[in-house]
Nanobody, 125 residues
């Protein structure tokens, strides 16, 4: 069983940076696709970024965050990070860490089996 716990959210000014962390207890992340999703008020949960270690370290990003956000992982510590730079008000959302026990990449939230409780990010001046 995988239990995910996110941290690192908070209030940020436009243009600032934040780093989110997702720690897994239980099984290791090595064989999982691990992703970040976000959900803004009144909107559906959307894909942000993912990482797949098996077969080479593969990452994918939503167009809206490409070039600003970076996903990375420390498999020794069972931690996945989301470095967020150049934040804007449009990045305001609850950010969720998710994992699926397969090497097949999927971008839809309902394809993920394990979820954290979320960490809130608010970007405002």
């Amino acid at each position: 069983q995988v239990q995910l716990v996110e941290s690192g959210g908070g209030l940020a000014r436009p243009g600032a940076s934040l780093t989110l962390s997702c720690v897994s207890s239980g099984r290791t992340f090595t064989s999982y696709v691990v992703a970040w999703f976000r959900q803004a008020p009144g909107q559906e949960r959307e894909f942000v970024a993912l990482s797949r270690l098996r077969g080479g370290n593969t990452t994918r990003y939503a167009d809206s965050v490409k070039g600003r956000f970076t996903i990375s992982r420390d498999d020794a510590e069972n931690v996945v990070y989301l470095q967020m730079n150049s934040l804007g008000p449009e990045d305001t959302a609850v950010y969720y860490c998710a994992a699926r026990h397969t090497s097949i990449i999927r971008f839809e939230a309902d394809e993920y089996d394990h979820w954290g409780q979320g960490t809130e990010v608010t970007v405002s001046s």
